[in-house]
């Protein structure tokens, strides 16, 4: 499409195996620079009824008679299918999210086929329970479930793993035997195209993978929840929006996956390898630059390491290299917008009005060139604040945290637990006793001991409060995307 004199790509729906325009456009923007990358075609109301009703007839289609085993292989196709076209995907992700692209190519492609070989290979291989049961006249009976597919998936994503967090959901769905439409979230809607086409050249039916493009509230994410047809509704995003998706869904009584925000902590003991936990801390907080739902905005460390220990993540946090995410070298990219880039600024503003001392960052970097007109900010650490403090309660999700002394394991286990959110924890001790101990004590899903965003795809993966409601990964993903039917047998 002509757009002045430049060529602009479009972006489109994909719906029953055909790529669909629609009247409405919002423009896809590079982080890194600011430059429009496409056109993305918004779909109404009408659009997502014809992706539903797809994915509705794709049920009664040739997808639903295929057997698990040809299932399975068919979504091993579509992980050979994103590895054969790799470089096009890491394109795409970098562009779309600024984020550097030796992180994308180590972690967000590959998990992406990742995702769909693991929940293959699970499928084929995932038993259900049986039990022999006696009858009141001294006979048996035998009980045993089957797995069914739910039916239609309506699935909405962020904008921080776009094409990772999407096959996390996609993959265990098909893998059960349903059919998706997928919802992407509007700052980067790129890679799910992209799958679109795999997912043809894998031989997936169409219409079992629909994409519709939009944004939230009265567009296709909300037209996507609120549309009677659609049988289960996993969301991963923010807290509040996840809030605003169940009273929708809620007239309908639908199974719910919500995958939330976090406020999560990294406890520190004196006894940790030094050198390796400065390493993993700072990864924890500021790995793509702050923006993943793991990392740590709250660091808490035994007082007789505290000093040497906030000095040391300062130096780590100013040796980080702010770039363009096409350079090897890069550590950290963009926020993902402007308007994300003020949120996080506002909060360093609030730290400051709340008593904080800045121990290092705070503001924007001055990168001398094109990338002034991206949306960087500066790799931040704060000190001092009250545990009470909104900089130390609520999710900022950028590249900051607050470090606090503690002096006992009971006073670190009570200040981790003091948030509304749930997600994850990592602990840092030589004394694995310890380790498993607080480990124990955390009220979160997901503790690492000496170690951070450690990923075995067959675990459980969630958080509590605010930060969600059930349980992916694994078999858990198996159980949340099918309808399990238990039969008694009177023998
Ligand atoms: P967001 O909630 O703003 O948007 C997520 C998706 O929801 C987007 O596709 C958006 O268009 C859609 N949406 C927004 N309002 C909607 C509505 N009313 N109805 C239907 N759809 C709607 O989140 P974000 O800013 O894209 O992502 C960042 C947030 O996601 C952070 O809070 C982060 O912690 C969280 N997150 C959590 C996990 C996890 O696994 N727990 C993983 C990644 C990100
Ligand atoms: O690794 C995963 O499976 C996962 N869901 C990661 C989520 C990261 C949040 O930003």
Not at 311 to 330: F, I, N, V
Not at 360 to 366: A, L, N, R
Not at 381 to 405: D, K, M, N, Y
């Amino acid at each position: 499409m002509r757009r002045g004199s430049r060529l602009v790509k479009v972006i489109q729906n994909h719906i029953d195996g055909k790529f669909v325009r629609s009247v409405h456009e919002f423009a896809d923007l590079n982080p890194a620079d600011g430059s429009v990358i496409a056109q993305v075609c918004e779909a109404d109301r009408d659009l997502v009824d014809a992706a539903v009703g797809a994915a509705r007839k794709a049920l009664q289609g040739e997808w639903g008679r295929l057997g698990v085993r040809e299932r399975a292989a068919r979504l091993h196709r579509v992980a050979d299918a994103i590895e054969a076209r790799f470089e096009y995907f890491l394109t795409a992700e970098v562009a779309d999210t600024g984020k550097p692209v030796s992180l994308a190519r180590k972690l967000d492609i590959p998990r992406a086929a990742a995702n769909f070989r693991i929940f293959a290979d699970l499928v084929k291989s995932a038993g259900l329970e049986s039990f022999q049961t006696e009858t009141p006249d001294g006979k048996n009976a035998l009980n045993y479930a089957i797995r069914k597919p739910l039916g239609v998936i309506g699935i909405i994503t962020p904008w921080n793993l776009p094409l990772l967090l999407l096959t996390w959901k996609v993959a265990p769905a098909l893998a059960c035997g349903n059919t998706v439409v997928v919802k992407p979230s509007e700052e980067t809607p790129a890679t799910a195209t992209l799958l679109a086409e795999v997912m043809q050249e894998a031989g997936i039916p169409n219409g079992v993978y629909n994409v519709v493009y939009g944004f939230g509230p009265n567009s296709a994410g909300e037209f996507l929840t609120q549309h009677p047809d659609v049988n289960a509704v996993t969301f991963t995003g923010e807290s509040q929006t996840g809030a605003a998706i169940m009273k929708t869904v809620a007239a309908g009584v639908k199974p719910v996956s919500f995958e939330l925000g976090g406020k999560n902590a990294a406890v520190v003991f004196g006894d940790c390898d030094f050198e390796e936990t400065i390493n993993g801390v700072s990864d924890a907080v500021f790995l793509n630059t702050g923006q993943v739902c793991l990392c740590a905005e709250r660091v808490y460390v035994e007082r007789k390491i505290f000093d040497r220990f906030v000095d040391e993540l300062r130096k780590k946090a100013e040796s980080l290299r702010l770039g363009s995410p096409l350079e090897s070298a890069t550590n950290l990219g963009p926020l993902i917008s402007k308007q994300h880039r003020e949120k996080v600024l506002s909060y360093y503003k609030l730290a400051r009005e709340e008593g904080a001392q800045v121990v290092t960052g705070g503001g924007v970097p001055s990168l001398g060139n094109s990338l002034d007109n991206g949306f960087f900010i500066q790799p931040t650490i704060l000190t001092g604040l009250p545990e009470s403090a909104r900089c130390v309660q609520e999710e900022i999700f950028g590249p900051v945290c607050h470090v606090a002394p503690f002096d006992t394991e009971e006073e670190a286990v009570h200040m981790a637990n003091d948030t509304k959110y749930g997600l994850a924890a990592s602990i840092w001790t030589s004394n694995l006793k310890r380790g498993h101990h607080v480990a124990q004590q955390m009220n979160v899903g997901i503790t690492w001991v000496n170690c951070w965003f450690l990923r075995d795809l067959r675990t459980p993966f969630g958080g509590v409060g605010l930060s969600g409601i059930g349980r992916e990964g694994g078999v858990h993903s198996l159980n949340f995307y099918s309808e399990l039917n238990n039969i008694c047998i009177r023998l």
